[in-house]
């Protein structure tokens, strides 16, 4: 047959009957006749220089076959995927349970607002040149208080 075709036969008819499946045949476009037997249905199994080969079967064969419904990894938050945001927002977890959820506008509108304060404070910083890469290192910097405390009172 072509070269991505498996074909799979059994003897054990009493082990295998659950996956039997009732088959008529093979045809291509080389054969005489080219169609399935009255009761079968015909499918493309493989095309090879040019001539598709088809392989007939009971129009009820695939009806048993099974889809297993998608299983969630169980550390995967939904509520993430159900939100309305349509922007990057920062989750952090602690044990399985959530306790930062914040925007990145709302990270770099805070630290651009800090380091304004900084200069009117007298503390040079560059606003010009901040990247969100650099808000974010700076938020998760100050965050780390904050994640510090919840971790003493889990402890």
Known sequence: MGLDVTICVSRDYQLDLKFDIKFAGFFSCQSKIQKCDLGYSQHLLTVLEGCEIYYCVRPEAFNRIETNPIQRPPFEDISSLLSNDT???????????????????????????????????????????????????MWLNNMDMVIDEKLDKVC
């Open 87 to 137: 922007e990057s927002t920062v989750y952090i977890y602690l044990d399985k349970q959530l306790i930062v959820k914040t925007s990145m506008k709302q990270i770099l509108t805070n630290i651009t607002l800090e380091k304004a304060s900084n200069n009117r404070n007298g503390k040079n910083s560059d606003l010009s040149n901040l990247k969100e890469e650099q808000a974010l290192n």
